[in-house]
């Protein structure tokens, strides 16, 4: 079997490399091929990697390519991992956000919609080559935003493909801990789409454990992440745990206060992050994963990606919660949908399970989030600057209508978005 990643020279790789080693007779991997268009970062990531398949005797190669083509010759799973632009876009995104006192976070608010107008005409790129050259393989879409990604992939193209994201697996793993017991010992119930998700039910051996959950979080902080930093009250009368990246929306001028007063924006600190990394990797003497790499974000991503492709590859019939298209388990929204839930994979793909009835709260926000994706996607495949200026004031977290052509035509200029007319 052969898995390309696309976007190899990612500081992730490292930790989706050390997953395979460790699972290396799971699905008999023949060839792992890293492409990027950056050569002076793949160079140090294969370097890197190729010390840790040495040093755990992998019996699997690695192969290099600057070009497409030739790391997707034949490829069985094709892994999307791109930022367009790379950290600078992303710094530019943030800075037009908070000049205009939005939120410019990488997925959400202007930061995810900027980020989406440049990445998804590059990532329809790819998926063409896939059909051209692999036409059978299963592209795993982890890119940002994953969701609006994945939604774009399925709506223009032909391709197979399921978007991915390690926060349902991670916070898996955080409440695996809190009950003492395996993640494969706990169900989520879980509904939403890509970063605008609730948990309703923590099923543990079958047993809901969520409101003993919330009685702990009520008597210790420590129980639940530290971007849940709601009152418990709050959460109790929600009946549910919201994702993370739901502060931006119920507590906005909280978190604009917090990013605008931050001496530094995310994408700078990741930059740091990132330097810090590409020293190691460059270090022959390196041989383990860096610590440095648990700051970077994306934690428990490579576990995510494997479970996924061992369930594809093995016809494993195990639940993972993906961004697939909705086929009516969220009622409310389009049946072509993407929405991230409960799946059952097997060797067929990802079957999302029927969510059952929704609270009209996370339906009415989740219908809103999703117009504004639609449209994004629309703009992008249409090259029309008419859908995206609606989408940018369709968005929960955009500008106001009197704004938003001036803020349109700086994100325009800032990624040189030609093709929106």
Request: aromatic residues 6%.
């Amino acid at each position: 079997m052969k898995i390309t990643i696309i976007g190899g020279g990612s500081t992730y790789t490292p930790e989706l490399v050390k997953g395979l080693i460790d699972n290396r007779d799971a699905f008999g991997l023949e060839e792992l091929a890293l492409q990027d268009i950056r050569p002076e970062r793949q160079e140090a990531v294969a370097s890197f990697c190729r010390r840790l398949m040495e040093k755990e005797k992998a019996s699997f190669s690695l192969t290099t390519a600057t070009d497409r083509k030739t790391a997707l010759n034949r490829a069985d799973f094709v892994i999307i991992q791109i930022r367009v632009g790379g950290q600078e876009a992303r710094n530019r995104d943030i800075r037009i956000g908070l000049d205009n006192s939005l939120i410019g976070q990488e997925t959400t608010g202007i930061g995810g919609f900027a980020k989406a107008l440049r990445t998804l005409p590059k990532v329809l790129e790819i998926c063409s080559d896939v059909v051209q050259y692999c036409p059978n393989a299963w592209v795993i879409n982890f890119t940002n935003p994953s969701g609006l990604i994945t939604e774009g992939i399925i709506k223009a193209t032909g391709v197979q493909t399921i978007g991915l994201c390690n926060i349902p697996y991670t916070f898996k793993k955080e409440l695996a801990g809190v009950f003492s017991v395996e993640p494969r010992d706990i169900e989520l119930d879980y509904v939403g789409l890509n970063h605008l998700s609730w948990v309703r039910k923590v099923m543990v051996h079958g047993k809901d454990r969520l409101p003993e959950l919330l009685e702990m979080a009520d008597s210790s902080s420590d129980i639940l992440p530290e971007e849940l930093d709601y009152p418990v009250a709050f959460l109790k009368i929600l009946k549910a745990i919201p994702s993370g990246y739901l502060r931006y929306y119920y507590d906005t001028s909280r978190l604009l206060a917090e990013l605008k007063s931050s001496p530094k924006t995310r994408a700078q600190t990741v930059m740091e992050i990132e330097k810090e990394l590409f020293e190691k990797y460059n270090d022959p003497g390196v041989i383990e994963i860096p610590e440095a790499l648990s700051k970077r974000g994306g934690a428990g991503y490579s576990e995510a990606a494997l479970g996924l492709i061992d369930s594809l590859v093995n016809n494993k019939r195990e639940i993972h919660v993906v961004n697939v298209q909705n086929n009516n388990s969220i009622q409310g929204l389009p049946e072509d949908s993407v929405v991230e839930i409960p799946c059952l994979v097997n060797s067929y793909g990802a079957h999302p399970l029927d969510a059952g009835d929704v609270n009209p709260h996370q339906l009415a926000l989740m219908q809103h989030v999703k117009a504004y994706e639609l449209l994004t996607v629309q703009a992008v495949m249409e090259g029309s600057r008419e859908k995206a200026l609606l989408a940018l004031i369709t968005n929960p977290l955009g500008p106001e209508a009197s704004k938003a052509l001036t803020i349109l035509d700086d994100i325009i200029k800032s990624n040189q978005l030609d093709f929106l007319h």
